[in-house]
């Protein structure tokens, strides 16, 4: 079936750097969309993209408009309340579509 | 805007009972979602609404697990004979049909 590819599964940053999560897809898909979990658990939405690069602050995400098979979000100048689990989902074109296909996750610990 | 309820947000079950958990999507949207968030399987998409009508329960469990949407205003899924393994965050979602999706808090179900 359809999969997304989510990397790295964790990453820890130091306050005031910069760096990219990635998620690859295995087919092409219609969109995509990035959430933060917080500790209670609660998925924020951070970018819904059909296609094109979408700006907010210091996050960044892009999908490729080409092929359609990644995104990434860029995170610039981590600050400590970027701490937590970023998921990307992904919808596809076939089926019923609108079912986002959830990556595993990257766990985010920004560090003073 | 409230966004989306879900009720309610933690639930203890004694195994072989049923569970009842309830989502109140944000007003106007058309498409409702289940979720499942575990450890293990991570997030698991259960089943969607359009318009209240079902379009796909491919993820749901083909037993015991049934979801309902009687009114435009809220949804509930219902697991009848709870088992230990059926311990997870559920999670429901709306969304204009094709648009970006936005997630209630999630109920913590714990079978014990």
């Known amino acids: 079936g359809d999969q997304v590819e989510q990397s790295p599964s964790a990453l820890s940053l130091h ?12 087919t092409t898909m219609r969109s995509v969309q990035w959430f933060r979990q917080n500790s209670r658990g609660s998925l924020i939405s951070l ?13 960044k995400s892009a999908f490729d408009s080409k092929e359609r098979r990644y995104s990434t979000l860029h995170i610039r100048d981590a600050q400590l309340e ?26 985010l610990s920004v560090k003073p | 805007n409230a966004g989306v309820i879900q009720t309610p ?4 079950t004694g195994k072989g009972q049923e569970a009842t958990l309830w989502c109140e999507p944000i007003s106007g949207h058309s498409a409702v979602f289940w979720y499942r968030q ?17 379009i796909d329960d491919s993820g ?12 435009q205003s809220h949804s509930t899924l219902k697991i ?17 049909t094709g648009m970006e999706v936005f997630f209630g808090k999630g109920t913590r179900l714990t079978v014990v």
């Open chain 1, 15 to 26: 306050e005031g750097t910069d760096s990219a999560l990635r998620c690859n897809f295995t």
């Open chain 1, 47 to 59: 970018f819904y993209l059909a296609s094109g690069t979408k700006e907010n602050g210091r996050l």
């Open chain 1, 82 to 107: 970027d701490s937590g689990t970023y998921f990307c989902a992904a919808e596809d074109y076939g089926g019923s579509g609108n079912k986002l296909i959830f990556g595993t996750g990257t766990l």
């Open chain 2, 9 to 12: 947000r933690h639930k203890v």
């Open chain 2, 38 to 54: 575990t450890i293990v399987q991570g997030l698991e998409f259960l089943t969607y609404f359009r318009n209240q009508a079902p």
């Open chain 2, 60 to 71: 749901m469990p083909k037993e015991r697990f049934s979801a309902q949407m009687p009114n």
């Open chain 2, 80 to 96: 009848q004979s709870t088992q230990p393994q059926d311990s997870a965050v559920y999670l429901c979602a709306s969304s204009l």
